[in-house]
């Protein structure tokens, strides 16, 4: 049993909206769990599911006395969920975590290690091999120490990867909660820390498995494409970037609003194939059947 009185060092934070496909749901869980760094508390807020995910939800929590659960009657998106666990995380660190994805067992060792190590480092992030229903298929490399221009395409952090020191939020917000940012809230909170003079890295390993198919291009409607270009072109006035290129990538939310979804997939498997050492079925089958319970 864990000491309630002592702080864990990391508060691993996890928003869950009716996420159903169970397998995905308990790969992502289990992968936490399975950490080889123990000492954390994992928060999960249950943004108003539907009664057969909140039962699986309980079913985990009695499980790991590790696991937190905080509920909301209604669905009120991911940086409310965020917020709410952040508002009752103890760690020193947060790391994020997403409900379909899968942390590779040594994940949290290395982050909290190089937080450790670099006290000028706010956040860190690092590299993620790409997965579908199929398996592995590529490999998403991010710079090693973004600066201001790297935001002009698209954020330079993989947002479930990263692991932030906590005292951040002591100072500033969290999660800005509004309609613009909804979908792209992490691409505001970055941008925003990177306005007020803090440092992200990503460490140049494949530590994450983000799960990315053709259904990940079918989320973002005209709306969110059109709320995402406002909060470009504010924060890129701010930071300087509204050059001519900047301008190009104020509307390039636009631009990719009117592509068909199933062509950018496509491009996008192309071009983080290139260079890419991919994993065999069987491998990710054994890897799926460690992340199971039992």
């Not at 992490?186 to 198919?213: C, P, V």
Request: charged share 25%; aromatic share 12%; proline share 3%.
């Amino acid at each position: 049993m864990k000491d309630k009185a002592k702080a864990p060092k990391i508060s691993v934070i996890m928003g869950i909206y009716n996420q159903r496909n169970t397998a995905y749901l308990e790969q992502a869980i289990m992968s936490v769990l399975h950490q080889s760094f123990r000492d954390f508390e994992f928060l999960i807020y249950n943004d108003g599911s539907d009664l057969a995910v909140c039962e699986q939800l309980e079913r985990y929590r009695q499980l790991d006395d590790r696991i937190v659960l905080l509920h909301g009657k209604e669905n009120c998106g991911l940086a409310y969920s965020l917020n709410a666990c952040i508002n009752v995380a103890r760690g020193k660190y947060l790391a994020r975590m997403d409900d379909d994805d899968i942390s590779a067992p040594e994940r949290f060792a290395v982050q909290y290690a190089y937080l450790e190590a670099h006290p000028e480092i706010a956040y860190v992030g690092c590299n993620a091999k790409l997965m579908d229903g199929g398996g592995v298929w590529g490999v998403r490399r991010m710079p090693e120490f973004p600066q201001k221009q790297s935001f002009l395409r698209f954020s330079p952090f993989i947002h479930p990867t990263v692991m932030l020191r906590k005292s951040i939020f002591n100072v500033q917000e969290a999660y800005r909660f509004s309609t613009e940012t909804w979908r792209c809230e992490d691409y505001e909170l970055f941008m925003r820390l990177t306005k007020l003079g803090y440092q992200g890295a990503n460490i140049q390993q494949e530590l994450f498995y983000y799960r990315e198919d053709s259904d990940s291009y079918k989320k973002r409607k005209l709306r969110y494409r059109l709320d995402e270009m406002r909060l470009r072109y504010r924060n890129f006035r701010e930071m300087g970037l509204l050059s001519p290129l900047g301008l190009l990538y104020v509307v390039r939310p636009l631009a990719a609003a009117v592509v068909p979804s199933c062509m950018i997939y496509t491009a996008k498997r192309l071009y983080h194939r290139q260079e890419h050492v991919f994993e065999s079925g069987q491998e990710i089958k054994q890897k799926r059947h460690a992340w199971k319970w039992g």
